[in-house]
C-alpha cells in the first residue's frame, strides 16, 4: 500500500520538525518542500488557499494557539468554517513547543537537565517557548545553551541555533505518541491525522 503523502504548511522554520514528525508518526508522508509562512498572521491569510488546495491534496496546516482569545477549536472553525475532508488544521496549545515538551524523557535527555524541570502539563504553558530556552540554560552541555539560549545582554528571545536544535530533536528524538499522553491538543492532532490517512 502506497503511503500517502501530504503538503504541509507551518508559521516559521521551528515548526517544519514538528509537522515532519507528526506525520512520520501517523503513517503519512511529509512533502520535501514544507510552506513556512514567518508568522502566523501570514498563514492566517493563506488558510483558504489552503483549503482550496485541499480539494485536491492532503495537507497538515499546523498553527500555534499562543494567546489568542479563541480556544483550539473555536479558531479552527473561525479560520477555516468549510474546510475539506483533506485539510488538517491543527492548533498547538499553547505552542509547538508545548508538544515537544510534553515528551519529557526525552527532551531532558535531549537537553541534558534533570525530568523534574520539565513542566507535567505543557498545554497549560502559555509561554512554552521561554519554558523550553529556560531549560537550555540549564543544560549540563555548554553547546545546549550557547545554541538555544541568547546571548547575555542580546534582545534576541531565542539563541543562534534554537530552530536547528529544535527541529533536531523534533525529527530525530522526539516521540509524538508518548508526548500525547501529557498533551490533551497534540493527542487530538494525532487522531485527526489518523483520520487523514483513511
Not at 6 to 18: K, M
Not at 125 to 148: F, N
Not at 151 to 158: D, E, M, W
Not at 174 to 182: I, K, V, Y
Request: aromatic content about 4%.
Amino acid at each position: 500500500m502506497t503511503t500517502r503523502t501530504v503538503n504541509i504548511a507551518v508559521e516559521g522554520l521551528a515548526d517544519v520538525g514538528v509537522a515532519r514528525a507528526l506525520l512520520k508518526a501517523s503513517g503519512l508522508a511529509p512533502v520535501d518542500q514544507p510552506y513556512v509562512m514567518n508568522g502566523k498572521g501570514n498563514l492566517n491569510k493563506r488558510i483558504p488557499a489552503f483549503c482550496n488546495a485541499a480539494a485536491h491534496a492532503p495537507w497538515l496546516v499546523l498553527r500555534d494557539l499562543d494567546r489568542d482569545a479563541l480556544c483550539a477549536g473555536e479558531l479552527v472553525a473561525d479560520l477555516a468554517p468549510s474546510r475539506p475532508p483533506l485539510l488538517c488544521l491543527r492548533i498547538a496549545v499553547h505552542s509547538a513547543e508545548s508538544w515537544l515538551l510534553a515528551d519529557r524523557a526525552r527532551i531532558a535527555a535531549f537537553l541534558h537537565v534533570s525530568p523534574a524541570l520539565v513542566p507535567v502539563q505543557p498545554d497549560l504553558e502559555v509561554h512554552a517557548k521561554q519554558v523550553l530556552v529556560g531549560l537550555a540554560r540549564k543544560s549540563r552541555r555548554r553547546e545546549i545553551w550557547e545554541d538555544m539560549a541568547p546571548r547575555p545582554g542580546s534582545t534576541a528571545r531565542v539563541g543562534p541555533n534554537y530552530t536547528a536544535r529544535v527541529n533536531e530533536f523534533a525529527e530525530e528524538v522526539w516521540d509524538p505518541r508518548a508526548a500525547s499522553q501529557a498533551s490533551p491538543s497534540l493527542a487530538r492532532c494525532l487522531a485527526a491525522l489518523a483520520r487523514l490517512r483513511g
